[in-house]
């Protein structure tokens, strides 16, 4: 059985960072896409960031145009766990983030593509 636990999340202000990890057991996605997802109050669930196999050691990446160059999506392989960098956090941030995963080597984007999902972490920018 597959499951996805997120951890990390928490109460930070404005412009401060917060580091999401994402741990998988049951199966390994290592060279597979997993994603960040987050839903904001009143608001659907977005795409933040997926990662991907590219080949040999590599993977590469796609991020939301509101997080680029602000978020960034990495995986630890030997401890089948993902994680989400974030800095420079800004209140609109304000989020549960989920992650998931599914059995494809392309960047996903779409949440109807993923087969796989945690139960999500709060994270709560303040201003």
């Known amino acids: 059985q597959v499951q996805l636990v997120e951890s990390g999340g928490g109460l930070v202000q404005a412009g401060g960072s917060l580091k999401l990890s994402c741990a998988a057991s049951?199966?390994?996605?290592?060279?597979?896409?997993m994603a960040w997802f987050r839903r904001a109050p009143g608001k659907e669930r977005e795409f933040v960031a997926a990662?991907?196999?590219?080949?040999?050691?590599?993977?590469?990446?796609d991020y939301a145009d509101s997080v680029k160059g602000r978020f960034t999506i990495s995986r630890d392989n030997a401890k089948n766990t993902m994680y989400l960098q974030m800095n420079s956090l800004k209140p609109e941030d304000t989020a549960v983030y989920s992650c998931?995963?599914?059995?494809?080597?392309?960047?996903?984007?779409?949440?109807?593509?993923?087969?796989?999902w945690g139960q999500g972490t709060q994270v709560t920018v303040s201003s």
């Open positions: 990662i991907t196999w590219r080949g040999g050691d590599e993977d590469y990446a």
């Open positions: 049951g199966r390994t996605f290592n060279r597979h896409t």
């Open positions: 998931a995963a599914t059995y494809s080597y392309r960047l996903l984007t779409t949440e109807y593509e993923y087969d796989y």
